[in-house]
């Protein structure tokens, strides 16, 4: 089997879970894309509705840093 | 020391006995005593690695030259030629390589020294010829069968008496035959007019002009500007022996002042901070631009630059950073290779500015034309709402035949973020409200929505400085105490010394002892507003608000409101609009506030100057922000109004994080090209926020 190259993977807090399936969050698979790239992922989501959630950290860190990539390319 | 090196044929006999003009052409020597270049040259000889010069390709030209003589002259001639790739012949009347130079040296170079500085013909195309006298006979045979002869200087003279030889190019009057003209500098002279012969040589060989791009040739009287400002004169280290020890040369060394003209960088935080000089930024973005695929790594330079024209007004031959940043915007966003984040926020702020929350176009209230049309801008409406209604209540009751009312902006955002057809749609729509109101005059209250009209458009501007200084003071307004301040310039009045006057004689009118900043009127630095690069890059922003506020300890004095805000944020600032009219309660508004205080100041004015009911957006969602949120905010360009979208659709669709841990709600939404996180809770009927960030990635289910 291929295998599939993640860019990040981020465990899921256990104290957070889904506002309306009340299910706690796990890791799941999700894509982000910018400017035509894709980059998969996996993120913490309602296992239930799959509401995904982008910490902080990641968004202001990594995120922040291939938007910037892409954008002088 | 390792300048010394490359550029130096014949090193050992040029350090010990070069004439040294360019000692005298120290700029040190304006003061006291230039470098002691020379001795330091020997220094470099005596202590340095002075090796063998690198060997270096040389493409092969299969012609065959020929020097005549064996002095310095020759034999830099020869050296240069053979570096070129011809092939050289050396015909001298001396028996081997070195005698010749060793005669005319004799005690001032050392035998030791005049042939190792010989080795450089080692492994060059060069051949010796010895022995052979020079004869009008031998010199019409080594014709024959060479495409060139370069003569010494006193061969020539013998042998062609009445030949002429001109200085520039070192032709002679005889075909295929070069040499030098005698001058005062018999060394480093003779070793540059070799090179220059070489050159002339080569260049006939070539079929190509002689003549072209050969201004600066030699030595020339350089353009570089230094300032001597701040440089105390001292006295060149004196060799306790013959010549200068490690230590004295070290020594020496020291007082060099590195001539090169940063008067620019001196003066703007952004050349500081990349840490270099504009010949090097202008050749960075010139290849930024050249590169179609890869990394863009001065895209942030580009946008970073405040555009505020202050480089040029410093640099004494008016180089100038801003267009070259400028023009690279405009190509950057023909190119479609504009980050899109860089401006984005701004552009929107414009566009807010020209939305219905704030424009505005009006004949004064119960007239149906106007003589005058006030224009506050986009930023005095957003920073000092209360002031603006002053000014215009002012305006309205004194100055006859109608005082309209426009608010807006300018355009100047987009011309900034280099989006000239947004500009163009700008202004556009300026000229045609302007059109509808008959023309009338437009009384500006920034210098910079006053230079844009008055370079892109027909319309007819006074500045609200002219239209003070025409009609005085407001009645009441009277001097107060003497204070001192420093005048604060406006990068938007860099072309107009009309207003940079009126200001400060109406500062000293409201009884203020006025100054100049060390940087002043067309050469004042940016506030850190300018060029957009508050919102392309907050930290070189910072960088020039603290320098602008660093430069005196005084209080400001400024006549732009931006200036007001981000200085003010450092030190005591006032607009001197401020003080006539006075100031908002609020006077440092964050990026939210701005908003409101433009949609506020519209309906104030249309509710209380126009009698007009204006419905009042209401909002749904009222929020909180927990302490240290409006900072955060500001930092990260986040709005109020993205974080009540943000609410509003958890709040209907439930679809929100919760933490059990804080039983706080984090929930996120597109808007735009954005997507926004807020971590809120419920508070009775408001909601508290603690925190917010946004990435303009999209993210989805894989
Ligand atoms: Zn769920």
Redesign the interface.
């Known amino acids: 089997m291929e295998e599939k190259k993640v860019y990040e993977s981020i465990e899921a ?1 256990a ?6 399936c009340q299910e706690p ?1 796990v890791k ?8 035509g790239n894709a980059f ?2 996996e ?1 913490p ?2 296992p239930k ?6 910490p ?1 950290e990641l ?2 860190g990594r ?2 840093k ?4 892409l ?3 | 020391m390792q300048v010394f090196q490359p550029s130096a044929t014949f090193g050992r006999i040029v350090s010990s006995v070069c004439e040294a003009p360019c000692e005298a052409g120290c700029k040190l020597s304006e003061l006291n005593s230039g470098i002691n270049i020379r001795r330091l040259e020997r220094a470099s000889v005596m202590y340095g690695q002075y090796n063998q010069k690198k060997r270096f390709f040389i493409s092969k030209k299969n012609k065959k030259t020929a020097v005549i003589g064996e002095d310095l002259f020759c034999l830099s001639a020869a050296y240069e030629l053979a570096k070129k790739g011809y092939d050289v012949d050396v015909f001298s009347e001396y028996g081997a390589l070195g005698e010749s130079l060793d005669e005319t040296l004799k005690g001032r170079v050392s035998r030791e020294d005049i042939l190792a500085d010989m080795d450089i013909f080692k492994d060059m195309p060069v051949v010796f010829h010895f022995n052979r006298a020079p004869s009008k006979q031998s010199v019409e045979e080594i014709l024959t069968t060479h495409e060139a002869v370069v003569l010494e200087q006193k061969i020539f003279a013998s042998l062609f008496a009445d030949g002429e030889i001109d200085a520039q190019t070192l032709q002679t009057s005889v075909d295929k035959i070069f040499t030098r003209k005698e001058t005062s500098l018999p060394i480093i002279g003779a070793i540059a007019d070799g090179k220059k012969a070489a050159t002339t040589v080569d260049r006939t060989l070539q079929g190509v002009s002689v003549l072209e791009g050969r201004k600066n040739e030699g030595s020339y009287e350089t353009t570089l500007y230094t300032s001597l400002d701040g440089v105390a004169p001292d006295k060149p280290v004196v060799p306790k022996g013959k010549e200068y020890t490690k230590e004295e040369a070290v020594e020496e060394t020291q007082r060099c002042i590195h001539c090169e003209c940063l008067e620019c960088v001196k003066g703007c935080a952004y050349l500081k901070h990349y840490k270099s000089y504009p010949k090097k930024y202008v050749r960075e973005i010139y290849n930024n631009l050249s590169i179609a695929a890869g990394h863009h790594t001065a895209n942030t330079m580009i946008n970073s630059c405040a555009l505020c024209g202050q480089c040029k007004n410093i640099c004494p031959f008016g180089l100038d950073m801003s267009m070259v940043c400028h023009l690279a915007r405009q190509t950057m966003v023909e190119t479609a290779k504009m980050p899109p984040s860089a401006h984005e926020f701004a552009l929107l702020d414009m566009e807010h500015a020209n939305g219905e929350e704030y424009f505005l176009a009006k004949h004064q209230s119960g007239t149906d034309k106007s003589s005058y049309l006030f224009f506050p801008g986009c930023q005095f409406g957003a920073i000092a709402p209360q002031t603006l209604q002053a000014i215009y209540a002012d305006l309205s009751g004194r100055l006859k035949g109608g005082v309209g009312l426009m608010l807006g902006c300018c355009g100047i955002m987009a011309n900034w973020a280099g989006q000239e057809a947004m500009f163009d749609r700008a202004l556009q729509r300026l000229k045609e409200q302007w059109e509808e109101l008959g023309k009338p005059t437009i009384v500006t209250a920034c210098t910079m929505c006053n230079s844009v009209f008055e370079e892109f458009t027909e319309m007819k501007t006074v500045t609200i400085w002219q239209v003070l200084k025409e009609i005085g003071l407001p009645p009441g307004v009277t001097a107060t105490s003497l204070e001192k301040a420093a005048i604060f310039d406006a990068c938007g009045a860099r072309d107009d010394e009309e207003s940079r006057k009126i200001v400060r004689d109406m500062a000293r009118q409201l009884g203020y002892e006025v100054h100049d900043l060390k940087y002043n009127h067309e050469t004042s630095p940016c506030c850190g507003y300018g060029g957009l690069a508050a919102f392309a890059n907050r930290q070189v922003a910072r960088e020039m608000t603290d320098f602008a506020a660093g430069l005196d300890e005084a209080p400001y004095l400024t006549y732009c409101i931006n200036c007001r805000d981000r200085v003010g944020r450092e030190k005591s600032a006032n607009h001197v609009l401020e003080l006539i009219y006075g100031k908002d309660d609020i006077d440092s508004p964050s990026l939210s506030q701005r908003r409101y205080n433009r949609a506020k100041v519209k309906k104030q004015l249309l509710e209380e100057v126009w009698k007009e009911s204006v419905m009042e957006k209401q909002n749904e969602i009222q929020i909180t922000l927990h302490e240290g949120v409006e900072a955060l905010l500001d930092e990260r360009m986040i709005l109020e109004e993205d974080i009540i979208k943000v609410i509003e659709q958890a709040e209907k669709t439930k679809c929100a994080i919760l933490d059990r841990k804080t039983n706080h709600l984090i929930a996120s939404r597109r808007v735009g090209n954005v997507t926004f996180w807020v971590e809120y809770e419920k508070e009775n009927e408001q909601y508290r926020i603690y925190r917010a960030y946004s990435h303009r990635m999209m993210v989805e289910e894989a």
């Open positions: 807090d104290s957070l879970v889904c506002g309306q969050l799941g698979s999700a894509k982000f894309s910018y400017m998969p992922v993120l989501m309602c509705c799959k509401l995904i959630y982008v902080e968004a202001l995120v922040l291939v938007e910037k990539e954008e002088d390319k």
